[in-house]
């Protein structure tokens, strides 16, 4: 590693305070903002500088795709796929698609995933699994995986209805059961063949605010 100028410290510097506060890397004009210089391309130049001297590693066809190599043992990038909530299907990557369909990356303890999971995560919008403790803007970690057992917490699709919900999962004589933690939501009933699972919860992160306590 060559020899580490005060403007690159201080991007270095305030890379690793963001992703320990956020959880996720920030952006080009987060770096801007953040260290007050002038334009995109000098942000662009040091980045490019830490990551050829080893400092940093970055998946240019991913946004906020920096993550810290000193870093990287003991932890896993994960591809933030977006929120959890109704709308598009969530947009389960393959090992050829995960670039095209990745929002952003976070660092997960490596603790958190099974070996050989192959894991993306979610942005929780909504309470309905309040006492379950996934709240709103927490962030899941989801194994992609369609089989899932009763009780586990899931990301299904449904078809009918064209949106995205989080719930645990239960198996019934003739419909399943998507059941909300929270008493002032009501389940969920549907067909099988009317419900597509999408991952199982495997992980949950959140940034505790100081100030709402």
Same mark, same amino acid.
């Given at each position: 590693?060559?020899?580490?100028?005060?403007?690159?410290?201080?991007?270095?510097?305030?890379?690793?305070?963001?992703?320990?506060?956020?959880?996720?890397?920030?952006?080009? #004009?987060?770096? !801007? @903002? /953040?260290?007050?210089?002038?334009?995109?391309?000098?942000?662009?130049?040091?980045?490019? $500088? &830490? %990551?050829?001297?080893?400092?940093?590693?970055?998946?240019?066809?991913?946004?906020?795709?920096?993550?810290?190599?000193?870093?990287?043992?003991?932890?896993?990038?994960?591809?933030?796929?977006?929120?959890?909530?109704?709308?598009?299907?969530?947009?389960?990557?393959?090992?050829?698609?995960?670039?095209?369909?990745?929002?952003?990356?976070?660092?997960?303890?490596?603790?958190?995933?099974?070996?050989?999971?192959?894991?993306? #995560?979610?942005? !929780? @919008? /909504?309470?309905?699994?309040?006492?379950?403790?996934?709240?709103?803007?927490?962030?899941? $970690? &989801? %194994?992609?995986?369609?089989?899932?057992?009763?009780?586990?917490?899931?990301?299904?699709?449904?078809?009918?209805?064209?949106?995205?919900?989080?719930?645990?999962?239960?198996?019934?004589?003739?419909?399943?059961?998507?059941?909300?933690?929270?008493?002032?939501?009501?389940?969920?009933?549907?067909?099988?063949?009317?419900?597509?699972?999408?991952?199982?919860?495997?992980?949950?992160?959140?940034?505790?605010?100081?100030?709402?306590?």
């Amino acid at each position: 590693m060559g020899e580490m100028t005060p403007k690159r410290k201080t991007i270095l510097d305030f890379i690793t305070h963001y992703i320990d506060e956020q959880g996720f890397a920030p952006s080009i #004009a987060d770096i !801007v @903002k /953040g260290c007050g210089i002038s334009s995109p391309s000098i942000v662009q130049y040091h980045l490019d $500088v &830490l %990551e050829k001297e080893g400092y940093i590693r970055r998946r240019p066809e991913t946004y906020r795709s920096i993550s810290l190599r000193q870093r990287l043992r003991g932890r896993i990038a994960v591809h933030l796929l977006g929120a959890i909530a109704a709308g598009q299907p969530i947009p389960v990557p393959t090992e050829e698609t995960w670039h095209t369909v990745a929002e952003e990356m976070i660092e997960v303890p490596a603790e958190m995933l099974p070996s050989g999971v192959q894991a993306y #995560a979610l942005r !929780v @919008k /909504g309470k309905s699994m309040i006492d379950a403790l996934v709240d709103d803007g927490d962030i899941v $970690v &989801l %194994e992609a995986t369609a089989r899932v057992e009763n009780g586990q917490m899931v990301a299904a699709w449904l078809k009918d209805r064209q949106e995205t919900t989080l719930k645990k999962v239960y198996f019934e004589p003739n419909r399943i059961r998507l059941q909300p933690a929270n008493d002032t939501v009501k389940p969920i009933y549907v067909d099988p063949d009317n419900l597509l699972v999408q991952g199982r919860v495997i992980a949950v992160l959140r940034k505790y605010d100081l100030e709402s306590h």
